[in-house]
């Protein structure tokens, strides 16, 4: 085995900046585990700034109708798989359950020491069958994927903004 399959997160970055879809993004390395994850940031007048990724919100409520749409093998999601198959009042339009990006959205907060955006949410690479420094097993999601992954849900969250333009929070 030579040194990159064994840490095959040498002679990534730590950290990456750019934009997706006009919103900020950001890779980082987790400084133990050693697996990457991505955020996506949206400005204050955008109309899930501030909202928690578990908070339900009217806003997300055609992307949730959508979601649910989608083949039953298509909802990775526990929440959104469960509710394709109890039924949609099982699951409520919240940015975890709507967003399609690795492993859910994990992470809704500002970000210390960024500016270019008020709000951010995020999703990280360490569930099951992805690769960590304590878990060696599985697939390392490399920071070409994750940035995929950000770019994903950039779109994702400027097409909420587009929904919304014209109505009020």
């Given at each position: 085995?030579?040194?990159?399959?064994?840490?095959?997160?040498?002679?990534e970055?730590?950290?990456?900046?750019?934009e997706?879809?006009?919103?900020?993004?950001?890779?980082l390395?987790?400084?133990?585990?050693?697996?990457?994850?991505?955020?996506?940031?949206?400005?204050?007048?955008?109309?899930?700034?501030?909202?928690?990724?578990?908070?339900?919100?009217?806003?997300?409520?055609?992307?949730?109708?959508?979601?649910?749409?989608?083949?039953?093998?298509?909802?990775?999601?526990?929440?959104?798989?469960?509710?394709?198959?109890?039924?949609a009042?099982?699951?409520?339009?919240?940015?975890?359950?709507?967003?399609?990006?690795?492993?859910?959205?994990?992470?809704?907060?500002?970000?210390?020491?960024?500016?270019?955006?008020?709000w951010?949410?995020?999703?990280d690479?360490?569930?099951?069958?992805?690769?960590?420094?304590?878990?060696?097993?599985?697939?390392?999601?490399?920071i070409?994927?994750?940035k995929?992954?950000?770019?994903?849900?950039?779109?994702?969250?400027?097409?909420?903004?587009?929904?919304?333009e014209?109505?009020?929070?």
């Amino acid at each position: 085995m030579n040194q990159t399959e064994k840490y095959p997160w040498e002679g990534e970055p730590d950290e990456l900046r750019f934009e997706a879809s006009g919103l900020p993004c950001l890779i980082l390395c987790h400084a133990n585990m050693m697996h990457l994850c991505g955020y996506v940031g949206v400005p204050d007048n955008h109309p899930l700034c501030m909202v928690e990724y578990t908070t339900s919100t009217p806003v997300l409520q055609k992307q949730l109708e959508q979601r649910l749409q989608k083949p039953l093998g298509e909802h990775p999601a526990m929440s959104v798989l469960l509710a394709a198959v109890l039924g949609a009042d099982f699951v409520e339009p919240t940015p975890h359950c709507v967003f399609e990006v690795h492993g859910g959205i994990t992470f809704s907060r500002p970000q210390r020491d960024d500016d270019r955006a008020k709000w951010w949410f995020g999703f990280d690479c360490s569930h099951h069958e992805d690769r960590t420094a304590l878990c060696p097993e599985g697939t390392y999601r490399t920071i070409e994927y994750v940035k995929a992954q950000c770019e994903s849900l950039a779109a994702q969250l400027a097409a909420v903004s587009g929904d919304t333009e014209g109505e009020s929070k």
